[in-house]
């Protein structure tokens, strides 16, 4: 097969999108792709014809085993939603041009929901001007917020970072002899995804958080504070996970009700939730009177490769290699979805499914799968994330940190 | 030898605080010590005879390994300076009075400063009232900043976890086609040494810091401007590590130009200085316009011991052994210290030395080991850290976190 690809990413970083772009590289060479390109910045960049050929870049087996192992988006991101073909077509002529150029066969991308909707209307457009080109996305994303896979690449790798480093900050907050009350703000602005994740600390060796807070729930300061102080009767160290989006019944966030003005990402909304950690620490500190410490895990959670699941680095490859299989294949305007058949022992296999059934909707967290109290997250919860953290990728570690590799 | 010892361990936490416990520990049984008793909660603790029996914790070979793994301090801590005897004598009394009644011929506290002159302080009253309790220190502190030590058990881990997040936030900050600078805030309220390791993230896939900032330098913020604002004529995303301890040349600290007032730990202090890099991000986007963000990378600097330096571990390891050692040849009023005859090959011995020239003096970076504008380390720098970070101690990973042992 005499046609070239072009693959690109885009949104938030992960710890494992770069895994993806390796799975769909060596796929696309393996099933005979001429030339394989990558898009610099995303869809964004390819507008303004920014393009490199991943041949000259990836074409040895150890920079792809590095490429395992680097964080966030190697050929660059961005946030871009495109226009509609009704609101502005020069975007898509100019796009197809391009495609002609270049003789490009399928167009792979990487992301999250705005990506799938990128997908979703390349695809539409493609058909109705009958191009031959074929669009596929491959999901990506910490949140685990997309319709129709079982999880998103990205998501186990940001688990087992968050269950983790709780051990870590639980085992440093429970070193002194006094009553304290440690609150944990993971990532998340609407689904309680990585919040619950908290929940793999608890072990023989860890009690793991106290309480679970998720978006899902409203939040209620009364039952709260009734809770913690109930806690505090039994053990002097209370450890709180909550997510960055909790909100009240009346659906404001808390960390609006003590943050300042932030600057703007470029969708416009605040670029990162801060504040809730410290609204709850104060709140406890205010009516309970004990010591408390509020702890944001930042980014780290979406980029800390040094420490990602093999299982989601392994599921990133695979449906990146499904993405290029379907491209091939005749197949246009889906998605590479994980399709889990049991969980123990956990067995998942990669689907195809309809882009247009995914983009722009959000999967939150069943509230089945959340305590009656709303406290925590029940057993359920835990099977699924359990076989999500599994195992390591261990890093390439060359004069004391891990090796990556970059563009250029 | 008939003589039980009995250690402890106090100050804040670190990675392999916990190694030091092991090599006290097994030194211990090696050299034939009877029982091996630990102090819980530091001497605080054993004021109100908190005690355990260490053979009926670390009696397997299993649990030292995981106990070499486990982050923070296994036995509890505290933040106790002793009063001196003419303030309150019976403190003195009722330890010695343990002392005896447990037939302690030896004392092992591991510790930062404070743990220090604890130490001087029982090794001069002991000598006082003729005890024959040795007294030895060992030393331990992420911030470095111990006196007539080459570097503190601590330091490298701590060190380590910098550089390598440092490099996963820098992929993280480069992601999108716009300027930007990213602040990141590292731990050491009085001497650089944590914000310089900063310098680590440098190689062949990274730039590292375009900037470090540390307390050893007072602020300007004309230079600082001027300098952010060269840097962005050569590259679009600048990465600024700074310390929390920068000040302006009045000695005002950045975090308490914004902070407001927080909660005081246990020795009226700021429990943590927050607030260096949201000012420093602010000063940059009021003043240059461009987008920024600020991280904390707040107390996993000190727990990270799923990412531990193999150096550091097994240094602490040493000392631990060394202060016994030198315990069971019937010294006292020492700490065990670290002297590097060689840097490439890395080489290091222990030693001991007088516990007075240690406590209560603090260490700060060189100043020709920072380069003239105060704006970065130079090679100097980079030396004496490089083999600090090497090498690792790969975690027992058990159901998808590293496991670790705890008390009871």
Known sequence: MAMNLIVGQSGGPTAVINSSLAGVYETAKNLGVNKVYGMLYGIE???????VDLDEMLGDIMSIELLKRTPSS????????????????SVYETLFRLFDKYEIGALLYIGGNDSMDTIAKLSAYGAR???????????????NDLMLTDHTPGYGSAAKYIATILKEVIADASVYDIRSVTV??????????????????????????????????????ENFLKR?????????????????GVKTADGTF?????????????????????????????????NLGCKTRAIEFSTLQRCASHLSSRVDVS??????????TAALAGESGKMASLKRLASRPYHCITEMIDINAVANFEKTVPLNW???????????????????????????????????????
């Open 45 to 51: 960049g390819l507008l303004q014809e920014k393009m």
């Open 74 to 89: 190697y050929l660059g991101s961005c946030r871009c939603k495109l226009p509609t073909p009704e609101q502005d077509e």
């Open 129 to 143: 001007i009958r191009s031959e080109v074929r669009f596929i996305g491959v999901p990506k994303t910490i949140d």
């Open 184 to 221: 944990a703000e993971i990532m998340g602005r609407h689904a309680g995804w990585l919040a619950g994740a908290a929940c793999m600390a608890a072990g023989p060796d860890c009690d793991g958080p106290d309480m679970i807070l998720l978006p899902e729930v409203p939040f209620d300061p």
């Open 228 to 244: 913690v102080d109930d806690l505090q009767k039994s053990k002097s160290n209370v450890i709180i996970a909550a997510s960055e």
């Open 254 to 286: 808390l960390c609006d009700l003590v943050s300042t003005a932030g600057q703007l990402d470029a969708f416009g909304h605040k670029a990162i939730l801060s504040g809730t950690s410290r609204y709850l620490a104060d709140l406890i500190h205010d």
């Open 315 to 324: 599921e990133a490859y695979q449906v990146g290699g499904a993405a290029v």
């Open 370 to 408: 959340i305590t009656p109290d709303g406290t925590h997250v029940t057993k359920e919860f835990y099977e699924y994330v359990r076989p999500l953290i599994q195992s390591e990728l261990t890093p390439i570690y060359v004069n004391g940190t891990p090796r990556h590799v970059r563009l250029g």
